[in-house]
């Protein structure tokens, strides 16, 4: 008798997903497999690759538990690629349909067609209902803009499901209270951070870990801290951390960032969500709920759904937009190769030091670590995008295609040359500064642009206007800064130069072959 196969991707862990749709036990056969190249191909952090797998094996226990048949490939099996899998599927079952909710990554839904075509094997892809845009609602959006903005969708989907609404206007008066998030801590440093949640790994997880030294054990990052949420109960855990004891503090200091600190007020839900663990729709109106029930001030709980209802809808909608694109983009003409303390954390910028390592240690770092420090460096380096990209996929837990490609390509490097943002993010020393205690720690000086104490990010960001000064010269937003430029005197750029020169042949200690 003629079987339905059914895929299941490690990043489709959801019980609502349209693959359960018409499920006949007798009928339908599940599919999941831990596929090497995904942690190989591009070096998959320990952490990261244990989330995945653990995640993965704790939902397939419940597949079967509910009576289904699974075929599960653990990596010990040696599933080298997807198409590996389906093979070994189609020549020992009777298939005659695929069934797949759609990745989310473009390659991976290219080896899956070839795959069924090889076979003869009817596939069909299903919608992934876990997102709140409904399917074809952000192409018909854009359609209407020359240029897509972030702002604008979010509105979009704020008036479209009544999110911190009063009918037609938002509550407080304004869309968006971006302007109030942005303080830093006083001298003495955060209070009162609240102790994290511990997931004590289980029999599954421990198992996962030992695969993972025995057959992964080149992988970057180390597993000895390992404490990331691979149930939908402990992602319920996360959450609800999140909703009592950070949120209420999340707003006013989510762009801060201070040292030995590396979760602070941060939810730490994006892997859950990310792996469809939590649905964003639940989250959002988790936090909705505490501001109604006044546990959270609105400039906090409106800043925690943007980044939920609006950034992440909208690059998942960019991505798809652009798809057969972003990795050719490379509008600064970025031609550096990734310096090697990225993958070890050595290196004298305690701001680097200190962001580097906890992603090491814990595959996490949170968005202004992202932006405006590990991606800031990359940007005013030059580093080649695909570079960058490679490495924001591989070390942070919560990273999936649909989502890093854009936020990395566009968003942090500007290789997109502005679709996802208007503007490069370009900054000296002088924002890590103020929005940290990093710099007190550290051997170089943020006002300084030249001379031995000179803080890199500073050379770099003056290194970065002279390279570019036409492109940044042409934007609004920038034009002030190519200006100062002009006004430092021809001795001052000079040193500025040599001084950049100096860091490209001195800065990465260890010089060694990338990765």
Same mark, same amino acid.
């Given at each position: 008798? %003629? ?12 019980a ?6 018409d499920?006949?036990a ?20 320990k952490?990261?690759?244990? $989330? ?12 079967? %538990? ?19 899998a ?8 009777d ?5 797949? #909710?759609?990745?989310g !990554?473009?390659?991976?839904? &290219? ?13 069909s ?19 209407? @803009? &020359?240029?897509?903005? /972030?702002?604008?969708?979010? @509105?979009?989907?704020? @008036? ?7 009918? !037609? ?13 942005? &303080? ?6 955060p ?25 992964? =054990? ?21 959450? !609800? ?6 949120? =209420? ?9 201070w ?21 964003? /729709?639940? #989250?959002?109106?988790a ?10 001030? $609105? ?39 990734? =310096?090697w ?34 991606? $800031?460096?990359?940007?005013?380096w ?12 591989? /070390?942070? #837990? ?8 854009? *936020? ?21 020393? %002088?924002?890590?500064?103020? /929005? ?12 300084? %642009? ?5 803080? =890199? ?9 002279? &390279? ?13 800064? #190519?200006?100062?430029?002009? *006004? ?10 040599e @001084? ?16």
């Amino acid at each position: 008798m %003629a079987l339905r196969l059914n895929l299941i991707l490690g990043d489709q862990l959801n019980a609502e997903s349209l693959i359960w749709q018409d499920c006949d036990a007798s009928q339908d056969l599940f599919l999941m497999a831990e596929v090497k190249a995904e942690s190989t191909q591009t070096p998959s952090s320990k952490q990261r690759t244990a $989330l995945f797998l653990s995640a993965m094996r704790h939902f397939a226990d419940n597949i079967k %538990a509910d009576g289904y048949k699974l075929i599960y490939f653990s990596i010990d099996q040696g599933i080298s690629r997807f198409a590996d899998a389906l093979e070994r599927c189609f020549q020992k079952q009777d298939v005659d349909e695929l069934r797949c #909710v759609l990745p989310g !990554d473009v390659a991976v839904v &290219k080896e899956i067609e070839q795959s069924c075509k090889k076979h003869q094997v009817r596939l069909s892809w299903l919608p992934d209902n876990h997102f709140i845009a409904r399917r074809g609602e952000f192409s018909d959006w854009l359609g209407e @803009r &020359k240029q897509p903005r /972030m702002e604008h969708w979010y @509105r979009h989907l704020r @008036r479209e499901h009544q999110i911190l609404m009063e009918k !037609d206007e938002p509550l407080g008066g304004q869309w968006n209270f971006d302007k109030d998030n942005r &303080k830093s801590f006083a001298k003495a440093g955060p209070e009162a951070v609240p102790e994290d949640v511990i997931f004590e790994p289980d029999k599954l997880t421990e198992q996962v870990i030992a695969d993972i030294e025995r057959y992964l =054990p080149d992988l970057p990052g180390r597993l000895d801290s390992f404490n990331w949420p691979v149930t939908r109960e402990q992602a319920m855990q996360q959450l !609800d951390d999140f909703i009592h004891q950070r949120l =209420p503090l999340f707003g006013d200091f989510q762009d801060a960032i201070w040292t030995d600190e590396p979760f602070l007020y941060h939810a730490r839900l994006s892997a859950s969500l990310n792996l469809k663990l939590l649905g964003p /729709m639940e #989250v959002i109106q988790a936090a909705e709920r505490a501001y109604h029930d006044g546990q959270a001030p $609105l400039n906090a709980v409106e800043g925690f759904i943007r980044q939920i209802l609006g950034w992440r809808e909208y690059v998942r909608g960019l991505y798809w937009s652009y798809r057969d694109n972003w990795l050719d983009y490379n509008a600064l003409d970025a031609d550096q190769d990734l =310096p090697w303390f990225y993958w070890d954390g050595d290196t004298s910028m305690t701001c680097m030091q200190q962001s580097l390592s906890q992603v090491l240690e814990s595959g996490y770092g949170h968005h202004i670590q992202r932006l405006m420090v590990t991606g $800031l460096f990359s940007l005013l380096w030059g580093v080649k995008p695909q570079a960058i990209h490679r490495w924001y996929l591989g /070390m942070y #837990v919560d990273a999936v295609a649909w989502v890093e490609i854009p *936020n990395t390509i566009g968003m942090s490097q500007y290789a997109d040359g502005g679709i996802v943002g208007s503007k490069p993010y370009i900054a000296s020393g %002088a924002y890590i500064n103020r /929005m940290s205690n990093y710099c007190s720690h550290c051997q170089y000086q943020p006002k300084q %642009a030249a001379g031995e104490k000179a803080c =890199p990010f500073t050379t770099l960001y003056w290194s970065f206007i002279d &390279k570019h000064q036409d492109r940044l010269s042409r934007n609004p937003r920038l034009g002030m800064q #190519v200006r100062n430029w002009y *006004n430092k005197g021809e001795q001052e750029q000079q040193q500025i130069r040599e @001084r950049s020169v100096w860091l490209y042949r001195n800065l990465d200690k260890n010089n060694k072959e990338q990765t």
